[in-house]
């Protein structure tokens, strides 16, 4: 068995380490380092931290505008600063419907929608978004108005993408912190509606 | 920055042998820039060491699925550098 075949045999797991050992035996990094960065994304991220961004957004039309304009400035208003990209928001409306998708890995805001679902890193969804998007949509139980327009947004630079989901109707009495509850990942990713 | 909003750009064909952000998907499309994100460090550089890396600017290119895949009546928007495109 080549060497090849080992890696394409062996689990991400091990494959993961693998590739650890050898950043740090190059002098890239550390396991400290490794370990201080993993602790220090996911002891915070969530998808709790999106939703109350787009919460804010339905009720506060400065900060929906900020948020579409420049979404570093409107997650450290949130509280979110120095995110290590560069975040952008788009708006779903009454004719458009935007879907977040990475074709060519699985880029993704980790620290506003916390750690990726399996699906997203799939070769199916990452392979057939871009090409069928009602069809995949409609998997995941969401099947739009033929007047709406889809708009996939395929993250393959430094910018990461979040969608700001319409809100729904009959939500008028509610405060941000209840509207916040309402919106999923799923949402904030394009595959469901709020 | 070399195209506002509302450029038309084709994608280049090239199928270069190393690391890339530019989808097979895409390559010789025509498509309309939506946004200029900002200058970064072109990934092929960066993937292959080089010391320093070009900078240039980032576009948001929106393409028609008609145009890419023949049918649908989606739009799908890929980031792409600017080496990446030249004027159709």
Redesign the interface.
């Known amino acids: 068995m080549t060497s090849h075949d080992d890696h394409m045999h062996s689990s991400a797991a091990v494959r993961t380490r693998e590739l650890e050992e050898r950043l740090i035996a190059a002098g890239l990094t550390t396991d400290d380092e490794i370990d201080e960065f993993l602790t220090r994304l996911y002891a915070s991220a969530s998808p709790v931290n999106g939703a109350r961004m787009a919460a804010r957004a339905w009720t506060d039309p400065q900060y929906r505008e900020l948020l579409l304009s420049d979404g570093n400035a409107a997650a450290a208003q949130a509280g979110f600063d120095g995110l290590n990209y560069q975040l952008r928001v788009v708006a779903n409306t009454d004719q458009t419907h935007n879907v977040i998708v990475c074709t060519l890995c699985s880029c993704y805001p980790v620290s506003l929608l916390g750690p990726s679902p399996g699906w997203y890193k799939s070769f199916a969804y990452r392979s057939r978004t871009v090409r069928e998007p009602r069809a995949v949509l409609a998997e995941f139980g969401l099947t739009l108005p033929e007047s709406v327009q889809i708009s996939i947004w395929d993250s393959t630079s430094e910018a990461r993408y979040m969608v700001l989901p319409a809100r729904p109707a009959g939500t008028d009495g509610l405060d941000a912190d209840d509207l916040a509850a309402l919106v999923t990942r799923n949402g904030l990713i394009g595959t469901a509606l709020v | 920055m070399r195209y506002p909003a509302g450029t038309r750009v084709r994608v280049r064909t090239g199928d270069p042998d190393h690391h890339t ?3 097979r ?1 895409v390559r010789g499309h025509t498509g309309e820039v939506v946004a200029a ?2 200058r ?1 460090p072109v990934p092929d550089d960066s993937a292959r060491g080089i010391v320093p890396p070009r900078e240039e600017t ?1 576009y ?1 290119v ?1 393409f028609s ?1 008609a145009d ?2 023949g049918s ?10 600017e080496s990446y495109l030249d004027q159709p």
């Open positions: 952000r530019v989808p998907y994100l900002g970064w980032c948001a929106r699925a890419l895949w649908g009546d989606h739009t799908v928007t890929v980031d792409l550098w």
